[in-house]
């Protein structure tokens, strides 16, 4: 076991990583832009929701002089933090129902996170709301999505998978959440590089690659492309990805990508979910961090799958700062009427109808894309209707009940 992971009472906590750190960032971040927007509306008084941490750990790092919470700890104090911040100002009080399911398979971690519950205040809450589970975090879910459809309608629930590899978050388990909840969303920790390093020849003979769509074919280009460090990795990382997105059972997947300088190689936290409104808050945390996230090829429309003329044509990396924004809306202006033909039925297509065929394909928030549409409108590209089928003025904001057409002086001469 990595050293950067070990935990046992009495003993020194391990330190903390860079990218571990930038790991728990994301997951604090996104959990506050997740409890601000699913408790939106002032009528709701009332939030169940169950949090899984299927790969616990012990609960704290070493970070410097300090102590960093381990993500247990980020969860329950996300929903403390939600609690007290929904609460302000509202005139009929919010209440969150949270369970917390802390999975792990190695007794001393147990042990020291549970140490930690109650260092932290939160002790008393062991079996009334939190339990700590020990055991395989593959063989405790079936009892878990029992226990979720059984108290709740809705089924909204988060699942972070931080495991160390790829392998104890088998693709099943992914795919057997999605299948039993409605609103599940998942985190998953993905070691892209351990996986393509371990590649040999044969491993398509294998279920624990197979699972990942590797077949003789992805081998084949792997091994073409793969001196090729910057591009060829990156090329490889997006097949699999395209891959894990299908095999999840989820619509929608956000990579953010991290570098681990003492293993030397990249890791993913993967955000999957079944909602392109939830798509698009992890993105925004994406943009807010800047900077460790790189995709490859340009930000406005890309596809997630193999590649190969991104290799030939050397295209440039993406990574999310100010200036890849502007190149980025940019580009959506020419590439955003291609799409909205392509997924345009009977003349007309409703914006949301839009959203959801791209999201998987651009880095661009909804933002982005409502402020290119409005730009489309400007220059006379679009026609864009309210939901009362009203025409909007070139300008008007968009909004996602609004339906897209082509002027019909253009109609004429475009070949679709
Ligand atoms: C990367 S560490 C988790 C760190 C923790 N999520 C955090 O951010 O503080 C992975 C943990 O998963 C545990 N583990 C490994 N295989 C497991 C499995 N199949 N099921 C549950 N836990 C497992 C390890 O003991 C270790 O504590």
Request: aromatic share 12%; proline share 0%.
């Given at each position: 076991m990595p050293k950067n992971f070990m935990w046992k009472s009495g003993r020194p906590l391990p330190r903390i990583e860079s990218h571990t750190l930038r790991k728990l960032e994301v997951l604090k971040n996104y959990l506050d832009v997740y409890f601000d927007t699913v408790v939106s509306t002032p009528a709701s008084d009332c939030l169940n929701i169950t949090l899984v941490?299927?790969?616990?750990?012990?609960?704290a790092y070493q970070n410097g002089e300090g102590v960093a919470d381990g993500s247990p700890l980020v969860l329950l104090n996300a929903v403390n933090r939600a609690r007290e911040r929904l609460n302000q100002n509202r005139k009929k009080p919010l209440e969150i129902n949270a369970r917390f399911f802390f999975i792990d398979d190695n007794k001393y971690h147990i042990e020291a996170l549970r140490e930690r519950l109650w260092q932290e205040g939160f002790g008393s809450q062991i079996g009334h709301g939190i339990e700590i589970i020990h055991g395989k975090f593959s063989e405790k879910l079936p009892d878990i999505l029992s226990y979720i459809k059984l108290g709740q309608r809705a089924g909204r629930s988060i699942f972070l998978l931080?495991?160390?590899?790829?392998?104890?978050?088998p693709m099943e388990s992914i795919n057997l959440i999605f299948s039993n909840l409605k609103r599940p969303e998942v985190l998953l920790t993905f070691a892209i590089d351990g996986l393509l390093n371990y590649?040999?020849?044969?491993?398509?003979?294998?279920e624990k690659f197979r699972?990942?769509?590797?077949?003789d074919q992805f081998i084949s280009e792997w091994n073409a492309n793969?001196?090729?460090?910057s591009l060829g990795r990156l090329v490889t990382q997006r097949t699999l990805m395209a891959n894990i997105q299908m095999r999840s059972g989820s619509e929608f997947f956000t990579p953010f990508m991290l570098w681990s300088p003492t293993d030397k190689r990249w890791m993913m936290f993967v955000h999957l979910s079944r909602h392109q409104a939830a798509r698009d808050k992890m993105l925004g945390v994406h943009w807010s961090e800047q900077n460790y996230f790189k995709h490859i090829g340009p930000g406005s429309i890309f596809s997630l799958g193999f590649d190969v003329r991104l290799i030939e044509t050397k295209d440039s990396l993406f990574s999310f700062a100010d200036q890849d924004k502007a190149i980025m809306n940019d580009q959506l202006l020419e590439n955003l009427p291609l799409e909205i033909r392509r997924y345009m039925t009977g003349g007309k297509l409703p914006v949301n109808v839009l959203l959801k065929n791209i999201a998987n394909r651009t880095a661009a928030t909804n933002n982005d894309l409502f402020e290119g549409l409005m730009n489309l409108a400007r220059y006379r590209e679009i026609d864009i209707f309210s939901k009362e089928e009203k025409i909007k003025r070139p300008g008007s904001k968009v909004d996602l009940s609004d339906t897209l057409a082509i002027p019909p002086q253009l109609t004429l001469f475009t070949p679709f």
């Open positions: 941490d299927g790969f616990a750990g012990g609960g931080d495991q160390f590899g790829y392998l104890d978050a590649l040999q020849e044969t491993s398509s003979e294998l699972q990942f769509g590797i077949t793969k001196d090729d460090e």
